[in-house]
T-cell receptor
Framework: EADIYQTPRYLVIGTGKKITLECSQT?????MYWYQQDPGMELHLIHY???????EKGDLSSESTVSRIRTEHFPLTLESARPSHTSQYLC????????????FGPGTRLTVL | KQEVTQIPAALSVPEGENLVLNCSFT??????LQWFRQDPGKGLTSLLL?????REQTSGRLNASLDKSSGRSTLYIAASQPGDSATYLC???????????FGQGTELSVKP
């Protein structure tokens, strides 16, 4: 089983609050990703990182921000949560080889009231 | 634009049937194609990864094939079981540093 963790698993919060979704992995992977998935819909890449101090925006525009200060940690922050941010957020990481599969965390299901 | 499409969107079969899930991708210049399983409210579990140079991969009752020239992959599940009920996602890996392009998924229900 992959060692990639996300907390919290579920979060219900009011509009305007600042939230941080945590993601950590113990596999020493340089590449990490955040995906957003609405119910019954496909995953969309919103952020990725190729290593410490490297962050890029993904294919789907997102108001969230990310940081990568340590290899194992890739938190995602929403400065002011809105109902439109309600979704599932999945974190993933992958090793260096092209033959490596992506490992996914269990996800955080966010509901903004 | 690189897109991945999966059909059908949903599938319901009786236990014991063999079934095929389809995935197509618009850009054939992939490095690999991956099949994942997602249970409700959970993350993704990797099932099979097929390199661009390979034709198929097998794991237990699962067999995935890849035809780059036609931009298609199939996931074959033999002797389906109720425990196979989940959403199956395919994802194409292009030369973009490991970023995956996902299909919409096929929601499979296997009835006992």
């Amino acid at each position: 089983e992959a060692d990639i963790y996300q907390t919290p698993r579920y979060l219900v919060i009011g509009t305007g609050k600042k939230i941080t979704l945590e993601c950590s992995q113990t596999m020493g992977h340089d590449k990490m990703y955040w995906y957003q998935q609405d119910p019954g819909m496909e995953l969309h890449l919103i952020h990725y990182s190729y290593g410490v101090n490297s962050t890029e925006k993904g294919d789907l525009s997102s108001e969230s921000t990310v940081s990568r200060i340590r290899t194992e940690h890739f938190p995602l922050t929403l400065e002011s949560a809105r109902p439109s941010h309600t979704s599932q957020y999945l974190c993933a990481s992958v090793g260096q080889q092209l033959t490596d599969t992506q490992y996914f965390g269990p996800g955080t299901r966010l509901t903004v009231l | 634009k690189q897109e991945v499409t999966q059909i059908p969107a949903a599938l319901s079969v009786p236990e014991g049937e063999n079934l095929v899930l389809n995935c197509s991708f618009t850009d054939s210049a992939i490095y690999n194609l991956q099949w994942f399983r997602q249970d409700p409210g959970k993350g993704l579990t990797s099932l099979l990864l097929i390199q661009s140079s390979q034709r198929e991969q097998t794991s237990g009752r699962l067999n995935a094939s890849l035809d780059k020239s036609s931009g298609r992959s199939t996931l074959y599940i033999a002797a389906s079981q109720p425990g196979d009920s989940a959403t199956y996602l395919c994802a194409a890996h292009y030369n973009q540093g490991g970023k995956l392009i996902f299909g919409q998924g096929t929601e499979l229900s296997v009835k006992p």
